[in-house]
């Protein structure tokens, strides 16, 4: 499967092809939908029938393997034949606030030093949680410093290395719940110039200053070191 996402997370849609379609969902052979993954969660949106009809997905899902993507339909959908041609168009508003709050959280992982031990893309919002011996930073400043950040407008791509390359530099992966998957060869990066440089397969945005404002809603204690910084997109609250 062709995933377009990938090289670019700007696409909104694609003409397809269906591979498969059973009760665990539909298979294309290229798709712009992301499945629900690395804490972002999966594209929604239609499939787009030659006849002028159309499939409303629901959700995104990760198949048997990383390059396998099974979209599923709404209930009550009717499942399309192999072969049928269809243009895949997600929901871009949508996307475009995951992208947009993903790109803060890799901002939030630059500004905080800590071990992150989770981490939840929401729609509008989002939250990592850190391992903070020191206690919890001032939520007033860390806005600031976050908005900062998106105000100098970044530089924001992904590129890729080898799985021997990652290897020789252990430090580039922060998470401790989620690892960046090996054995392909290559593995994505997504650096911000100047700022982050990190493995994630998700989708961002291309310069920090199309974020916009955002707040540190609340920091949350959830255990003797842990702390959960709630961040939220202004213009959507």
Not at 172 to 196: A, C, F, Q, Y
Request: charged content about 30%; overall charge negative.
């Amino acid at each position: 499967m062709e995933l377009l996402f990938r090289e670019d997370a700007y696409l909104r849609s694609c003409e397809a092809k269906v591979v498969a379609a059973d009760e665990a969902g539909i298979r294309l052979d290229r798709t712009v939908f992301y499945p629900t993954g690395g804490g972002q969660p999966g594209d929604s949106g239609l499939l787009r029938l030659a006849d002028g009809g159309e499939i409303r997905i629901a959700d995104t899902r990760k198949g048997e393997s990383h390059e396998d993507v099974v979209h599923i339909p709404a209930e009550g959908s009717p499942l399309p034949a192999p072969g049928t041609e269809v243009t895949a168009e997600i929901d871009w508003e949508r996307r475009h606030r995951f992208m947009r709050m993903h790109t803060c959280m890799h901002l939030l992982s630059a500004v905080v030093t800590g071990e992150i031990t989770g981490g939840q893309v929401g729609d509008g919002k989002g939250r990592v949680d850190f391992n903070l011996p020191d206690g919890s930073p001032d939520k007033e400043q860390l806005a600031a410093d976050l908005n900062r950040l998106i105000e100098e407008d970044h530089r924001v791509a992904p590129r890729w290395i080898t799985d021997q390359e990652l290897a020789a530099n252990p430090g580039l992966v922060k998470t401790m719940s989620v690892k960046p998957p090996t054995g392909s060869g290559t593995v994505r990066l997504l650096e911000i110039e100047g700022v982050d440089l990190q493995p994630c397969g998700g989708t961002h945005v291309s310069r920090t200053g199309e974020i916009g404002r955002v707040g540190v809603r609340k920091i949350e204690n959830k255990g003797k070191q842990n702390r959960r910084i709630n961040l939220v997109l202004l213009d959507e609250d």
